[in-house]
């Protein structure tokens, strides 16, 4: 049985940081792409950015510069260090599992989600 768990979020001033974390498992992790997705309240689930099995990324273009993924096959975790952070950053920020597409449909499997806030 798959499982994907995401933690880290949580309340942060703008221009702070926080480390989200997303662990995996029941699948074989480190031949996946990994990808980090958000959802802002009203809006549609957007594409932050994702990670290949060997190490490739890519990034929305909203958070370039600011935020990194990583990846530990050792561990099955993805991480996403968010760094400067904005207050339009506010949203839930979910983990998912099989693509390295900004399309979410090219995803197998889904975290629950861990909410970032970000205040002014």
């Known amino acids: 049985q798959v499982h994907v768990v995401e933690s880290g979020g949580g309340l942060v001033q703008a221009g702070g940081s926080l480390r989200l974390s997303c662990a995996a498992s029941?699948?074989?992790?480190?031949?996946?792409?990994m990808g980090w997705f958000r959802q802002a309240p009203g809006k549609e689930r957007e594409f932050v950015t994702a990670?290949?099995?060997?190490?490739?990324?890519s990034y929305a273009d909203s958070v370039k510069g600011r935020f990194t993924i990583s990846r530990d096959n050792a561990k099955y975790t993805v991480y996403l260090q968010m760094n400067s952070l904005k207050p339009e950053d506010t949203a839930v920020y979910y983990c998912?599992?099989?693509?390295?597409?900004?399309?979410?449909?090219?995803?197998?499997?889904w975290g629950q989600g861990t909410q970032v806030t970000v205040s002014s």
């Open positions: 029941g699948l074989t992790f480190s031949r996946l792409g």
């Open positions: 990670i290949s099995w060997n190490g490739m990324t």
């Open positions: 998912a599992v099989g693509s390295v597409a900004a399309d979410i449909r090219m995803y197998s499997y």
